[in-house]
């Protein structure tokens, strides 16, 4: 009876192993020794290579470190000279400021000094009128003597007189010339126009007449650029006319002043503008052609190819 049950499983493994669907490890539930072998070759594959993985992370884990700390300590050096970067122009514009409070002051000292300049003497005191004349004497009557009027030496006050009231003539050059920049810097073109026309006129031939004709020219090119966005174009047009007049001034006058190149370079965009490109290009080619170390002259160049490319 045992072995006719016995029988059928046997038969059945034989089926299944000549069928190729199980081992025999997994047909009777055990593992060969070959499996056993096997498995350990395997484990020990995954022991090696999780040794290896470790050992690169190990390799790999200073050289991470050290690239981090130098990405950071690059970053500190690129904060730093940020920073002295930003402390730099922060005492400029602290040097900046106080020469602008210095030269206002010296401006407004300097109109003080003019309104002094054009103000008449002091009117009288009150009450000081001219005394009436006197009534002629009765007959008969008693004249007294004239007073006889006091001395020159009891004339003199006790006080020392007010000093005198400075003159225009006090006036440096150079603070005149700084009170119409500081006009031209605020914006106000107009009145700086006539304080640079006033500096010329009275220091022709200072160092600076050159630089003052320059602004002049700069003024009505400003005055031209507000104009053209506010849509006002005659006008606009006009002062860009008197701007070319003025630029030319300082190239005629100054030929080898300070602004010359800058008055050509401008004179140049004011043409342009204005329609005129072939004598914006013939100035450009003159600015090119006599100041080639002006600061100006590669912006002429490339104007110049613009110009040419069209």
Known sequence: MRATAARPLRLLAVALLLGGCATAAEVTGTATQQDLVQ?????????????????????????????LRAEAADLERQANALGG???????????????????????EALSRQLRSAATPGPPSPPGATTPPPAAPPAPGAIVPAPTPPPSPTAAIPATPPPAARPTTGALQPEDVYQAAYIDFSKGSYPLAINEFREFIRRFPEHNLAGNAQYWIGEAHFSLARGLTDGAQTERAQEELGKAVQEFRKVVANYPRGEKTPAALYKEALALIELKQPQVAQARLQYLVDNFPQAEETPMARERLAALKDR
């Open 39 to 67: 498995i350990r070759a395997d484990i020990a594959a995954l022991q090696a290579n999780a040794r290896q993985l470790k050992a690169q992370v190990d390799t790999l884990g200073p050289q991470v470190d050290a690239r």
């Open 85 to 107: 970067r930003v402390d730099g122009l922060s005492t400029t514009v602290t040097q900046l400021s106080s020469r602008v409070d210095e030269l206002s002051t010296r401006v």
